[in-house]
C-alpha cells in the first residue's frame, strides 16, 4: 500500500473541497480580490488566499526600517521600495498560481472610480487611516460590492464585515475625531509633550521648511472662537519675523550662523515676547527662554542643572509661586546653583551618552538636543539650496525632518518643564504610528478570510463581528451584525453610476435626465459643497467640469422636504468606443429611484406635561362673511386670568370660559402650553 501523502496537492484539494463545500470551492479560483493595504494585515492576507487565483494589491506606501519586525515579506533590501510592488513580488514565491497585481497608487485617486471597483468580487480593507476608510466603504455600498473591514492596535483587533442593505456599513456609527488642539495652546502655551511635538512638526517645519503660506486665515478664525486677542497679536507678529528666517535657511550666502539665528528667534526672543505679557502667566507656570551660546558652552543652568546634565525626558520640577524656575544670574558666570548647593535631587542627571544604548530610545540632554537641532537644520537648509527639494515636509522616515522634529520639541518642552520624548517616541507620536504585533495581525487576517469566505457563500446568518481582546479567559468574541442605520448619510442612499464627458454636460442637464421631468424641489451638492438649491440656481448652467464634479467625484441629489432618500451618483468615463457625435451622458438604467426616508420615532416623554390652557376655536357665524373666527379659551382649574389678561386675550380674538364643563363637539379645540 503506498504511503499517505498529506502535502500532495490532490490532498489538500480533497480537504479544501469538504470544507468550503464544492460550491464555493470551485468559484474561488475566478474570484477578482481587492487587498486595500500591504502594511502588517495586508503582507499576512496574502499568505492566506492560497484557493484565490487574481488578486489586486494596493497601497500608496514605502517600506520603512521599523516594518521589518512585523511585515515579513520585506527584507532590509527592500528599504523605500514600494510596499505593493514588493509584496507581490515576495507573495508570489510562495504560490506561484496565484496571479497578483500590484498598484502603487492612492486607493482616492479617481482613475479608480466605481467601474473599477465593480471589476472585484469582494474587498479586503488592511488600511491604517481613516479617510481612505470611509472612501472604500462608500465605493462598496454605491457598488453594492462586499467588503471586509480590519484594524489591529496592539494585542487589539477587529474584523467586520460589511454588505449593503444587510449590515450597517462603516460610516453607520460614529467614529471618534481626531485629536486636536487650540492654536494658542500649540503656539503659546502647551503643557503636553504631545503639544510640543504638533508644534515642531505642523507649525516649525513648515514655516521654515514648507511653502510661504499666510497664516492670516488660521489666527483670523482662532480670533473668532474667541482665542486670547493679545497673543494672537504676537502670532501675527512671528510670522513676519519667519520671513527673514526663512530668506537665510534658503540663500546661498548664508553662513553656519543660520541655525543659531532660527534657535534664537524661536527658543528666545519669541518666549521673551510671550513672559512680557504678565495677565498670561497669573494662573500659569512661566517658561525659561533659552540662550544658544550658553548652552553651547554649558553654562546654561535650568531649574538647577548644567545644560549637559538635564535629562528632558524627566519630569521636570515646577516652582511653588507659579514664576520662572531659572536663575537668570547664575546663567552666563557657573554651572553651580548661586548658593553654591548642588543640583536639585529630584532631577536626574542623564548617565546615557553617546555610543550608549539604541540610538532612537536613549535620553538626550539639552545640550545634546540643541547639537541636534543645529545638524539637522544645517542638512535640511542645504536640500533645499540645492534646488532639487522646493519643500520640505514631515516624513517620518526622512532621517533630517525627523532628528529637527526631535530636537525641536524636546528644547520646547525644556523651555516649558515639560517632560520629553526619545527619538523613537516622537516618531511614533509625530507619525501617527499605531502600534502593531505581528501575531495580532495573522490572527486578524484569517479572521478577513474567514468572514470573507461567508459573505462568498452568502452564508449571511453566518457573519460576525469579530473582536480580539486583551482577555485571556476570553480572547475573541463574537456578536452578531447590526443592521443598517436608517439615518446613516451614506448607505441609505440611492447610488447609481453615471457616465459622461464632465466638460459637455451642465448641471441642469444631469438634474432634468435623473429626475425624468419630476417637478419636486431638489438640492445638489459635491461632498460637503452646495451646487444648487431651489433659491440658488446660478450654476444649474455650467458645465460639471467646470464645477470641478469630474470622474470620481460623487454628486448627490437631495430631497428639500426630506421625504426621499438621496440620490448619490458617482461620476464615471464614456466608454472608450462611444460614439463622439453620440449624447455626452449615457443615463444609468434603470433610473434610481429613491425609496421614503423614514421618519425619526420622537422619544417618549419622561416628564408629566406642563399645566396647560385649552383653546376652543369656533367657525364664525355664516352672517359674518370674512370675519375672523372667534376663539373660546378655557382656564386650567384653579386658574383665574387677571383682568389686563383676559382683555389682551379678547384683543386676540379669544373668549374666556370659567369653569370644566362640557365642550360643543363642534367647536374645534387648540391646546397651547
Not at 500500500?1 to 470544507?19: E, G, Q, V, Y
Not at 545644560?307 to 521636570?316: G, L
Not at 545634546?368 to 532639487?388: D, I, M, P, Q, W
Not at 467640469?545 to 432618500?565: C, R
Amino acid at each position: 500500500m503506498a504511503p499517505f501523502n498529506l502535502s500532495s496537492s490532490k490532498t489538500r484539494n480533497f480537504h479544501a473541497r469538504a470544507i468550503l463545500g464544492p460550491k464555493l470551492h470551485d468559484r474561488l479560483p475566478n474570484i477578482n480580490v481587492l487587498i486595500v493595504g500591504a502594511g502588517g494585515i495586508g503582507c499576512e492576507l496574502q499568505r492566506r488566499v492560497g484557493r484565490v487565483r487574481h488578486i489586486t494589491l494596493l497601497d500608496l506606501d514605502t517600506i520603512d526600517l521599523s516594518n521589518l519586525n512585523r511585515q515579513f515579506l520585506f527584507r532590509k533590501k527592500d528599504v523605500k521600495q514600494s510596499k505593493a510592488l514588493v509584496a507581490a513580488r515576495t507573495a508570489s514565491a510562495f504560490n506561484p498560481n496565484v496571479h497578483i497585481t500590484p498598484i502603487h497608487g492612492n486607493i482616492k485617486d479617481t482613475q479608480f472610480d466605481l467601474t473599477w471597483f465593480q471589476g472585484f468580487d469582494i474587498v479586503l480593507n488592511a488600511l491604517d487611516n481613516l479617510d481612505a476608510r470611509r472612501h472604500v466603504n462608500k465605493m462598496c455600498m454605491a457598488g453594492n460590492i462586499p467588503l471586509v473591514e480590519s484594524g489591529t492596535a496592539g494585542y487589539l483587533g477587529q474584523v467586520q464585515p460589511l454588505l449593503k442593505d444587510r449590515t450597517e456599513c462603516f460610516d453607520c456609527a460614529p467614529k471618534p475625531t481626531p485629536k486636536t488642539f487650540p492654536v494658542c495652546t500649540i503656539r503659546s502655551t502647551p503643557t503636553q509633550p504631545i503639544h510640543c511635538i504638533v508644534w515642531a512638526k505642523s507649525y516649525l517645519m513648515p514655516q521654515l521648511f514648507g511653502e510661504d503660506e499666510d497664516s492670516t486665515d488660521e489666527l483670523d478664525e482662532a480670533e473668532k472662537q474667541g482665542e486670547n486677542a493679545q497673543e494672537i497679536t504676537n502670532l501675527r507678529r512671528e510670522a513676519q519675523e519667519f520671513r527673514f528666517v526663512r530668506a537665510s535657511l534658503r540663500s546661498q550666502d548664508s553662513h553656519s550662523n543660520t541655525p543659531k539665528l532660527v534657535f534664537q528667534k524661536v527658543f528666545h526672543h519669541d518666549i521673551l515676547n510671550l513672559l512680557s505679557m504678565e495677565d498670561m502667566w497669573r494662573f500659569r507656570d512661566k517658561p525659561v527662554a533659552l540662550d544658544f551660546d550658553l548652552i553651547q558652552s554649558d553654562q546654561f543652568i535650568l531649574r538647577g542643572q548644567a545644560a549637559s546634565a538635564v535629562d528632558v525626558s524627566d519630569s521636570i520640577p515646577r516652582p511653588a509661586n507659579g514664576g520662572s524656575s531659572v536663575d537668570e544670574r547664575s546663567n552666563g558666570s557657573s554651572s553651580t546653583l548661586p548658593n553654591g548647593s548642588s543640583s536639585t535631587p529630584t532631577m536626574k542627571v542623564s548617565t546615557v551618552k553617546s555610543g550608549h544604548g539604541l540610538k532612537d530610545q536613549r535620553s538626550l540632554s539639552l545640550r545634546e538636543n540643541l547639537v541636534l537641532f543645529v545638524s539637522s537644520t544645517e542638512r535640511l537648509a542645504a536640500r533645499l539650496r540645492t534646488g532639487k527639494e522646493e519643500t520640505i515636509s514631515f516624513d517620518k522616515d526622512d532621517d533630517d525632518a525627523l532628528d529637527f522634529v526631535t530636537a525641536a520639541a524636546n528644547l520646547r518642552s525644556a523651555a516649558y518643564g515639560i517632560p520629553g520624548k526619545s527619538r523613537w517616541e516622537i516618531k511614533e507620536m509625530a507619525g501617527n504610528i499605531i502600534p502593531a504585533i505581528a501575531t495580532t495581525n495573522a490572527i486578524i487576517s484569517g479572521l478577513i478570510v474567514l468572514q470573507a469566505l461567508h459573505l462568498l457563500s452568502a452564508s449571511f446568518d453566518s457573519l460576525r463581528n469579530v473582536h480580539a481582546q486583551f482577555k485571556p479567559s476570553a480572547p475573541l468574541s463574537a456578536i452578531k451584525l447590526s443592521p443598517p442605520n436608517f439615518l446613516c448619510g451614506i448607505c441609505r442612499d440611492s447610488y447609481a453610476a453615471l457616465r459622461c464627458d464632465p466638460s459637455r454636460v451642465t448641471l441642469v442637464e444631469l438634474l432634468e435626465g435623473i429626475l425624468d421631468e419630476s417637478e419636486r424641489e431638489v438640492s445638489t451638492y459635491e461632498d460637503k459643497r452646495m451646487l444648487s438649491d431651489p433659491d440658488f440656481d446660478d450654476n444649474l448652467d455650467r458645465t460639471l467640469e467646470s464645477l470641478n464634479v469630474t470622474k470620481g467625484k460623487f454628486l448627490s441629489i437631495v430631497d428639500e422636504d426630506g421625504e426621499l432618500e438621496t440620490i448619490t451618483l458617482v461620476i464615471c468615463a464614456l466608454p472608450p468606443d462611444h460614439p463622439i457625435e453620440d449624447s455626452a451622458m449615457i443615463l444609468p438604467n434603470p433610473l434610481p429611484k429613491p425609496g421614503k426616508r423614514p421618519k425619526p420615532v420622537a422619544p417618549p416623554i419622561s416628564t408629566p406635561p406642563p399645566t396647560l390652557t385649552r383653546i376652543q376655536k369656533r367657525p364664525a357665524p355664516d352672517s359674518l362673511d370674512g370675519a375672523q373666527p372667534a376663539k373660546r379659551a378655557r382656564t386650567a382649574p384653579g386658574h383665574n386670568h387677571s383682568s389686563s389678561e383676559s382683555r389682551r386675550l379678547e384683543e386676540d380674538g379669544l373668549i374666556m370660559l370659567d369653569g370644566d364643563g362640557p365642550v360643543d363637539e363642534d367647536i374645534d379645540i387648540v391646546v397651547i402650553d
